[in-house]
């Protein structure tokens, strides 16, 4: 039986270009904030006063992982949680003033990263690859929403 050609398997390139987004962005971003918590810094810049469970949501973490993610941020001061006043079992997010600062710091480092990371591409082959792995990551919440469709259409 012949070996599999590894080039051919989304997964193990998905891997690899995620091997290699980690190690840009502990060398050129951060060694402390780690690329999920600069989403929710980011989202909540966006979005302040989201609850933990919508910030997951929009970030595409699960509720341990982002309760792991709001609690580390918390730790260090980032984030603030609030209880929301129509709501009392609920708890908004707020960055703190540190987290603003950490998220601007952590904007520019990253727009240069991305910068590295992309150079093999042309700009038109970006906008192809962003719509190419949009769809397929879209896709691909159907098996964390097992009510949606696998499936692409066509």
Excluded: C
């Amino acid at each position: 039986m012949a070996a599999a050609d590894l080039t051919t398997h989304p997964g193990h390139l998905a891997r690899r270009l995620q091997q290699a987004h980690y190690l840009l962005w502990n060398t050129m971003v951060s060694e402390e904030i780690t690329s999920p918590q600069f989403a929710v810094l980011n989202t909540l810049v966006a979005e302040p006063g989201l609850d933990q469970r919508t910030v997951g949501e929009r970030v595409g973490l699960d509720r341990s992982t982002i309760a792991e993610v709001i609690s580390r941020l918390g730790r260090r001061g980032l984030l603030d949680k609030v209880r929301d006043p129509e709501d009392g079992r609920r708890f908004l997010l707020r960055l703190t003033d540190e987290g603003l600062r950490t998220h601007r710091k952590l904007t520019v480092r990253t727009a240069r990263m991305n910068q590295v990371f992309l150079a093999p591409l042309t700009a038109e082959e970006r906008t192809v690859f962003f719509d190419l792995i949009r769809r397929v990551s879209d896709a691909a919440e159907g098996l964390r929403n097992p009510g949606e469709s696998l499936v692409a259409p066509g």
